[in-house]
């Protein structure tokens, strides 16, 4: 890696970017020192010796595996409150009432859980009680009911998915699944059946020196900022860097990184080339650049011949796709198309990087097999420089579905079939379901049908996370039992039971450990597959909280005695023992103990030199065709955004990059003038399918027109519950709205 100073690449002359609006990286650190005043040793040796709990980067410390840099990100600054604070007063939750009309973060702020706490139908609260009452009332709730479980990625660690998995199992559902489901659950079901393998095929050090990356639907400025160091290494190793996006992020643009002094000081400049597209309009601009590369003899067809299978059906459905309604779909130009194509067909290497603005529809899967297509038109797979990189956004999702937490998918990602339940009830001693389970989103239409008795939530916030906020909070309201774990206090868990609950209808609290405490240490898995081992960290611990995997299995244990033997474990290690026996490509995991163990299953490429785990050996192109998107007259298409934000747990009140605030409607400047509607003018979104309304104020942004964008969760109230993906049930967090201009 150059060290040497490259103008070229400068984003300011101005030291620090002064008068630039950017985040105050210096200010932030700052801050959360101030935020862990009483536990800063425990601070520090939480940023010093622990496997990160933010982005699926996944440092070891404030180090990683691609460069001998420090890594620390704003991201990981804003948890430490969350790892460090104290137990909150149990005496504010016996009337629960004032606390329903706080916001998240004012619950959170009121400090951890720290012991078991119990609300029946009719009270006003919760009561403390221990944890031998708490699993002994749940036990007769989980013998042969509807149940469902649903794990966040808060830091959750891969020991903490598979005993929880397990248990579910034994309890004798497969209705368990977790945050995988509404991030990246098409790129899932889209990479097995096209390359056969679930995860990302490269590394970030594939990242630097590559002659492209292509960002789509993807901003991880604001959602993996320690992986904006890689870019500006890359640049200044002449990477080209093009981004495909309905919103020019800001971030993404120019960057300042604070641990870098050339970046610090000058700022990079990160994309090269942007190409804007309207909200959904990814498969009409991809299949385009994709018609480009045909007509312009751009595909490697040596390559394509011998490595992969379905290239002519895809070229015969493309021919068929007029030039029209791929520009019509998309929002751009067949020139714009035909630029990128070029970039593609003149690169020697390409990694492709997408997040949920791809898969967040509800034709997610599609979204990604055609950019799984131009991967496989010009080979960048399974060679240096090279990849299909689905970037996680939380340090625990890639591993949640890898070790079986998913309810359409068990260990190893298995599909859930007879000979495959046979196989893991032979593993365990106990009886395997053999027909998918609810996904997440399911769970909560059968809780509101009355389909469902028990809920287990681990962490997450369904009102804050599903479209439909009411619908969800109906549904919650008629779970017979509901129970919560977690490290703090969320809004879910303060929604009483209701009549239809019946009338010994309860809500359990169970305090969690994070993965700092947990004696024995725990693993996450990154995003690039590596497997890291993060150690238990001395410090303060707060009162009964204990750790999820723990919960689980004595919860499943006491249901059915005459498992217990084969439920309990005496420690981390024997689960990562279990993790190796059940899923053979993680092998290596029960070796790992030390801080800074790791083990990147696959290596470095998944696929290499275009030998796909496929039945046949083989990469398969799909002939994808356009959506049937009807925008009526007037009307918008809206994404929800992530701005600064992580999971369900919104950090910023105002974006650094932008300075929108939580009620922002983003909005061209083509539109705005359009409209007649300044700055800050107060508006109503309503959605076009259902009646439901957002309220927010104008803020004009770098968007393709006709497009807006606003904050999630808050604008959760635009979406349908219904609009799901067909087989990766991924909910469609985008809308059709109008925009009504209110009095000021």
Known sequence: MSKRLDPRNWASWKPFGIGERKPNNYLELVKAFRSVKGNRRYAWRILTRGTCDGCALGTKGMRDWTMDEIHLCNIRLRLLPLNTMPALDVSLLKDVSGLERRRSAELRDLGRLPYPMLRRAGEAGFTRIGWDEALD?????????RLGAYLTSRGMPNENYFAAQKAVRALGTNSV?????????????????????????CSYTDWIGSDLIVFIGSNPSNNQPVAMKYLYHAKKAGTRIAMVNAYREPGMDKYWVPSNAESALFGTKITDYFFGVNVGGDIGFLNGVLKHLIENDWVDRAWVDARTTGFESVRQALAGQSWESLEALSGTSRESMFELAKLLGEARSAVLVWSMGITQHSYGEDNVRSIVNLALARGFVGRDNCGLMPIRGHSGVQGGAE??????????????????????GELWGFEVPAEPGLTATDMIDAAHAGELDVLISSGGNFLEVLPDPHHCREALSRLRLRVHIDIVLSSQMLVPPAAEAGPDAAVLLL???TRYEMAGGVTETSTERRIIFSPEIPGPRIGEARPEWQIFTELAARARPELADRLRYAGTAAIRSDIERAVPFYEGISGLSEFG??????????CPEGRFPTADGLGRFSAVGLPA????????????????QFNSMVHERRDGFNGATREAVLMSAHDADRLGLPDGTPVELRSVTGGRAFRGR?????????????????GNVLLDAARRSPAARIPDYNALATVTKLPS
């Open 629 to 644: 998107l009807e925008r009526p007259d007037g009307a918008f298409m809206v994404a929800t955004r992530r701005g600064k």
């Open 511 to 513: 305090p969690a450990q």
């Open 597 to 606: 163990d790791d083990v990147q299953y696959g290596g470095r490429h998944l």
């Open 403 to 424: 070790m079986g937490a998913y309810a359409t998918g068990l260990p190893g990602g298995l599909p859930i079939t007879e000979e495959n339940a046979r196989r893991f």
């Open 177 to 201: 699944d977790n945050a995988a489901r509404i991030c990246h659950s098409p790129s899932t079901v889209a990479l097995k059946e096209t390359i056969g393998a679930a995860a990302t095929t």
């Open 698 to 714: 104008v803020l004009r942004a770098p968007l393709t027109p006709g497009n807006l964008q606003i904050h999630w969760p808050e």
């Open 137 to 145: 009332l749940a036990a007769p709730h989980l013998r042969g009911s």
